[in-house]
């Protein structure tokens, strides 16, 4: 769930917190993960970019980033989509060594720049560990992670006991996600028990 963190457009797949812990969504991050530094590029202190985001055509209108784990703000003057991610130049960033430091740095934005959500949209922080039951009322534990596939993102749900059930973030299995309660309510497959 990158800025990520989506039944019909998946709706439970948005971007990644800031935030480290895995608690439940019951606070808003101030940043949500979009990109991770990948190398520097060129001698004059572009950066390439590995893109983290469902909507990387939105970086375009972000002014300011947020870099590493203290949050760096930095002003970006130019981005360039190329193949594999983006070449962004940061204002201040001068040469190759600059840039270097930023290396494996995540890159964020604030949330109040991140692009508005549709109806049954939703991003991961506000459903991890969120309680997953069935239809029929069982406890089958917490939403702990998201594995993102190519084709339809899959849930992994752990129980007390530590066992991991994957449910695939498809609508015949994701019936109903209440943020408000935090309660995914799910109809299980056969094969999936």
Same mark, same amino acid.
């Given at each position: @769930?990158?800025?990520?963190?989506?039944a019909?457009?998946?709706p439970?797949?948005?971007?990644?917190? *800031?935030?480290?812990? %895995?608690?439940?969504?019951? !606070?808003?991050?101030?940043?949500?993960?979009?990109?991770?530094? %990948?190398?520097?590029?060129?001698?004059r *202190?572009? @950066?390439? @970019?590995? &893109? =983290?985001?469902?909507?990387?055509?939105? /970086?375009?209108? #972000?002014?300011t980033?947020?870099?590493?784990?203290?949050?760096?703000? =930095?002003?970006a &003057?130019? =981005?360039?989509?190329?193949?594999?991610?983006?070449?962004? $130049?940061?204002?201040?960033?001068?040469?190759?060594?600059?840039?270097?430091?930023?290396?494996?740095? /995540?890159?964020h934005? !604030?949330l109040?720049?991140? #692009?508005?959500?549709?109806?049954g949209?939703?991003? $991961?922080?506000?459903?991890?560990?969120?309680?997953?039951?069935?239809?029929?009322?069982?406890? $089958?534990?917490? /939403?702990?992670?998201?594995?993102?596939?190519g084709?339809?993102? #899959?849930?992994?749900?752990?129980?007390?006991?530590?066992?991991?059930?994957? =449910?695939?973030?498809?609508?015949?299995? &994701?019936?109903?996600?209440?943020? %408000?309660?935090? #309660?995914?309510?799910?109809?299980?497959?056969?094969? $999936?028990?």
């Amino acid at each position: @769930m990158s800025e990520t963190n989506r039944a019909p457009r998946r709706p439970q797949k948005k971007n990644e917190t *800031g935030s480290e812990d %895995a608690k439940a969504a019951s !606070s808003e991050p101030e940043f949500l993960i979009v990109g991770q530094i %990948a190398r520097p590029h060129g001698v004059r *202190g572009e @950066m390439a @970019m590995k &893109i =983290l985001t469902d909507f990387p055509e939105h /970086l375009a209108d #972000v002014e300011t980033f947020y870099l590493g784990s203290h949050y760096e703000p =930095l002003h970006a &003057i130019r =981005l360039r989509r190329v193949t594999g991610g983006i070449l962004v $130049l940061f204002d201040g960033v001068t040469s190759r060594e600059q840039a270097e430091r930023y290396r494996g740095a /995540l890159t964020h934005i !604030s949330l109040k720049d991140a #692009v508005p959500l549709r109806d049954g949209e939703v991003y $991961l922080y506000q459903i991890q560990g969120i309680r997953v039951v069935t239809e029929d009322g069982e406890e $089958l534990g917490r /939403l702990a992670d998201l594995i993102e596939t190519g084709a339809n993102d #899959v849930y992994i749900v752990k129980n007390e006991q530590g066992e991991e059930l994957l =449910l695939p973030a498809i609508p015949d299995v &994701i019936r109903n996600i209440d943020v %408000a309660k935090q #309660v995914m309510t799910v109809h299980l497959l056969a094969g $999936l028990k």
